[in-house]
């Protein structure tokens, strides 16, 4: 899936040009950035984990603990999407727990010696993350959120992931 990129970029240099701009002013920090949304995505499976939990063993208290994830995970996401309109919070929120979960399924699918079906689930999550990143950094056009044919567009959400956000390079 493609997705149409907006904001008046008219093409992948002008987007790095930017992008580069934003990391040099000091107003995104993508490496702190990428770390910040791998620990919001594990928050959203304890949530899931204590309200599983609660729910099998009667307990209340890990609905307490669930409480108690939540305002962690809510603050720490107010770090990531300070600014957001409509459901971008909600769907950014989504889009990180799905990815999540499409990253323990490949995982289970590779370890169970199913290589092809894992890969498509490992490019669906990494696709659904790049569409987080899309509304993190407000490249997704959210009033027309569709698909485009690829010779409309050279490059992709995971294009731009992949160049742009890279946990490994310590110099930003």
């Not at 107003?27 to 304890?46: H, P, Q, R, W, Y």
């Not at 809510?74 to 600014?83: D, G, N």
Request: net charge negative; proline share 1%; glycine share 6%.
């Amino acid at each position: 899936m493609i997705m149409k990129i907006s904001n008046g970029v008219k093409d992948y240099q002008e987007l790095v040009a930017k992008i580069e701009k934003l990391k040099k002013s000091g107003g995104v920090d993508l490496s702190m950035e990428e770390d910040l949304s791998l620990a919001v995505m594990n928050l959203i499976s304890l949530e899931e984990h204590f309200f599983f939990t609660g729910e099998r063993t009667k307990k209340d208290e890990y609905f307490g603990f669930l409480s108690d994830v939540r305002e962690h995970r809510k603050a720490l996401m107010k770090k990531l999407l300070p600014e957001h309109e409509g459901e971008t919070w909600c769907a950014a929120k989504h889009l990180l727990a799905t990815t999540m979960r499409l990253v323990e399924v490949g995982t289970k699918l590779r370890a169970d010696g199913k290589g092809e079906e894992a890969k498509d689930v490992f490019d669906r999550a990494y696709n659904l993350y790049s569409m987080f990143w899309g509304l993190r950094l407000r490249l997704i056009d959210t009033k027309e959120l569709k698909t485009v044919a690829a010779a409309d567009q050279p490059w992709t959400l995971q294009d731009i992931v992949s160049k742009l956000v890279d946990c490994c390079d310590e110099g930003n």
